[in-house]
């Protein structure tokens, strides 16, 4: 099965990391096909940018689709125009963050989010509500941490997510955490090893819950809302984002 | 007072409706600049077009505040790429559905929305819960009309609107009803008269709600996540979407 | 247009401070009817005091319809009577804390409500649940300040007021400030000038939106609970609150 | 002990039938003092009507309380005026509604309302909400038949309500059935008897609440908003009601 | 009327001291039944004790029918097997974390829930959000005291106890307080003496409401899913569990 | 990996069933444990035979990890016991109902549930709450089939399920089917091929689900209120259900 990851903004060397996770839990048949925006802000922490970064995240999308991948990951964790994908796409299509948080469900009975800055905090705590996780999700801490300063060997980031995590687990009454960006996926283990309770990344999560969705025969539901896009004019600059031709019949 | 309406899906006939509303409502002062998408879909029914169409629109909110508007208003009724446009505005930017649900709060505890499709209707039911407004909308109806079906004189879309509307106040005990597409605009009063209570266009509540909202001296809040977007890199055939020049210091 | 506001409590001195707000913002076109209850509590800080004050301000209401105004604005945070008062009004009636609560909603993500004793917190977090604003309402927080404090010079309540929204914007998140007391209404401008975010009056927010809906030629929907009360008797030191004679055939 | 039942509104026929529900049931120690509101309207359908009866029925607390009653019932669905009534009493203050609510959730997973007239079925969903009851009350339903059309015994109102009733048993999934109408105390019986599950009528459960609270020791709290009304001046015809004298030091 | 108090866990000394509380607070004609678990747990603080301990319990509830018991109170704090029982049971089953949120939604409008252990807490605040609570109950608070360090006098329990209980009023805005563990009724005279507030102790507001219901006329519903068990074969070590010849015809 | 697959009901030819449509998703690697409860009822379609099923169900569990296995699932659509089960397990634990739902938030944006009996119809809709479900859950529907009629080749079960799911299509406007019981788990495909659109059978997913989850390195979090029972004395004939030395240190 190909499962392709994307990377909604368009930081290659963030594409490697995600790539890399993708790659550490996927199951012997399964290839990770991963894509890189190509075009967009350098990294998502806003609103603006995640309406921008959906364009490109589409376009690739469709590459996919019309390269037979079988599933697709949105690897930010706003999961930017995950609906919109899902319409493009025949197979499932997953959000980190959604993942991570049906991830948590299981296997504990609350869980923290920590993520970076408290903009971002605010985004997530409104995916929480639109994936009807209040009553799971017992807190958004943010870090204050920019999304690029992640993959920089000389900044704290990995003390100031552990000490993050900490405060969860003693104030909030977490029995589990989700790290709550694409970003933070290669810190996973060690965070989990220093907590002692499940550490959640969403990117492994999508992957494994996508190959998950596949094995069961599973696609997007093409009744409703997700059915594929109508058929009809774009104008201007964004024409070639017109479905029509890209469509089964 | 200058109140850009723009019009997300890039039919002009379409614009001409919604800018005739807008100016039918328009206190003395107020100058209304209406905008039509220079690209994107010719009308917007799914979660992909709105994702296509937030771009085209988010290009016209950029054109709008640097011709110095005062407010802008997004006419389509799935309110597409709202936090990411507030994001880029210094004056307030209304949805005509969220303007419209609001306006419903003050003069009935209980409303009915009638739109077009059900793949809108199931859309309008999210924003009902995005927008806190379970416990005040009983019900959303589709009619099974396309977007661009209003627009044919020919067509049976003004019956088959007030027959939706006549059974949401005898089945949904509703007090008022809320016109589910910008297409509706013209509509309204013929509708209202036919049904006897108020029947609330987007377009119109939007363009006073910001009205009153610059009245007050209130613009969108630049604390939190709809501070203007973080200078940072874009990339590819996104990049003229990059903010840097166009915000404050 | 002629908008009537009305102080629910019998204090003039308040109904000078909650006018001089609402003329304020008043638009050129918009006459402000001022009018303060004839009996009843001087300020209103419970559920007891509330539902007294009622009967004061339907009684203004009442005059106000005989006297031909549009719309009217109950100017209490509490909101004393709002479904009441639609049910014998025909235009608009707005309530302060709901006009803010929307307002709000439309300049940011998130608010908090600064108010004034603990007991009123309570009341306004009631409020909140009743308008759906939990998904928008951060945390309501009291400045232990008495209503009528409000209006003595030699009191620190701007400096506690502002201390709290302070506090606020730190510690929940917040966009914006909702303040929860027609009586702050004079100390608009200088808490919004001291923290840099939106702040939002009620009553001035009531007026404009009262501006807003007459303009939209919306009036109170008399289908379901707010139509006109029924023809009955009223007996003893009440039945001159019989809304027989005054109601439309 | 002795527990005031109060009729809110202005029918002592009513009264009549109410007082005999309650002595019903009443244990043998308890001593029920019915009383009628001295003012206000002769039904209560509506919001209007309930703010007039708030008065009379607070009138009515405080003349109990003088009385030395031990609790207090509002003896109208719509529970009027019930905090502000919790505030000047020592002990528990119930409404009917919330008592046969409560009833219905300790033997039934869920249960539906029988009303009166739409515009009550619509403030009873209210109630509903308020009270949290969403996840029990499976639906409200009206008969359409008017408050005192249940005391004309040539009416074909007990043939409508168990003709409501079963329709509720049949296609809300519920196990249990309120009465929401204090008019409706002496038919509990016999639609129980046609229905074969259980009926609620909210006077009796609320007297036997009542006499299980006082059996507690409970009253109601007087820490935060149902403590006692502030000291304050009242002024004009509401002046009487000022709560100054008759509260505990 | 003869009311079955079954204390789930398996230590006859609480039984003792739950039997003591029922019978403090039983009408004249009322007879305590008390039950202790005949095999089980020794304390009930997690899913899994309650788990074993609903078997034991309903056996109990199974003797009671067998003996007429007319009401049965499940005395564990966490409401073990709560449905299940009412489904075997002719007469109310009441819970008494149920029975005491119920009591302080009458006499407060809101409450906090002081108990044991933070696995407690999470079950607690489990229930809350079951039993449509959450608008009712600000807070629920762990004290890290184990069920049976309850019993010991040694220990600084009430100490403790109390402590909690006084942040809860002064961070919480609660006006009344539910004691967490059947273990703690012995407490609530002293605490209520303490705080000034109303403190509610389960196992008695459990007695008084199945008192209540009783003097209703109200048993469990056996339309829906709390009708009898369907008579089926039972396999193995749990075949007397089969309900066959316990059940009405 | 090892998943044991638990079939809480006594029925062995059930399990034979289940253990089928877990085997034909499992991944190469994947061995199926299935196992039969030991005792209790046949079939489970209430809250008295989920509560007596659970014992039987914890007694597998435990042979499952004293066995080694790496996950478990419950495959009963009520999930009987899942908290208590996760309180046991090192690994995940999976109830069907949950995984299916999950499931279906991935593909869709609403589905609705098809299930036996109308009393297990009112179970269902109590997990849909419980699992923060109501946003997506469109309505669960009840066949009026026994669930041991499933397995009666003579029955018209299919035709009644499919006839179900088409109505579901129709007016709940879903895009998805649950499908609300165990026993239909070899339906699936031919209901899916019926309906057109995706069929869920919650056996399948929470087996690919487990997989999924155990190659996430992820297992029940030991934080909180699923940490491993307390060590404590357990009494009478459940004595063996102590978990004393089943724990790890």
């Given at each position: 099965m190909r499962i392709q990851v994307i990377n909604?903004?368009?930081s290659a060397s963030m594409t490697a990391t995600i790539a890399a996770a993708a790659r550490a839990v996927a199951a012997p048949g399964s290839e990770i096909i991963a894509a890189t925006a190509r075009g967009g802000p350098v990294s998502i922490e806003g609103h603006y940018e995640e309406a921008v970064a959906t364009i490109a995240m589409l376009e690739e999308v469709r590459r996919g689709e019309a390269a037979g991948c079988d599933a697709h990951v949105?690897?930010?964790?706003?999961?930017?125009?995950l609906l919109a994908a899902r319409e493009i796409a025949r197979g499932p299509v997953l959000g980190i963050a959604e993942a991570a948080m049906h991830a948590a469900c299981f296997i504990a009975t609350g869980f923290s989010i920590v993520t970076t800055l408290t903009r971002t905090r605010i985004i997530a705590e409104q995916l929480v509500r639109n994936y009807g996780m209040e009553h799971a999700c017992r807190r958004v801490r943010a870090t204050d941490l920019a999304v690029l300063e992640l993959e920089d060997p000389a900044s704290d980031a990995r003390a100031k997510i552990i000490a993050a995590c900490e405060r969860a687990l003693d104030e909030d009454g977490s029995g589990a955490i989700v790290l709550g960006c694409a970003g933070m996926a290669d810190l996973t283990a060690a965070v989990a090893q220093a907590l002692g309770v499940p550490v959640i990344d969403g990117v492994a999560a999508a992957v494994k819950f996508a190959e998950a969705l596949v094995g069961l025969g599973l696609g997007t539901s093409k009744r409703g809302d997700l059915a594929y896009p109508l058929a009809k004019p774009y104008r201007g600059g964004?024409?070639?984002?017109?479905p029509l031709a890209a469509l089964p019949a």
């Open positions: 909604p903004n368009s949105i690897a930010c964790f706003g999961d930017p125009g964004l024409a070639h984002l017109a």
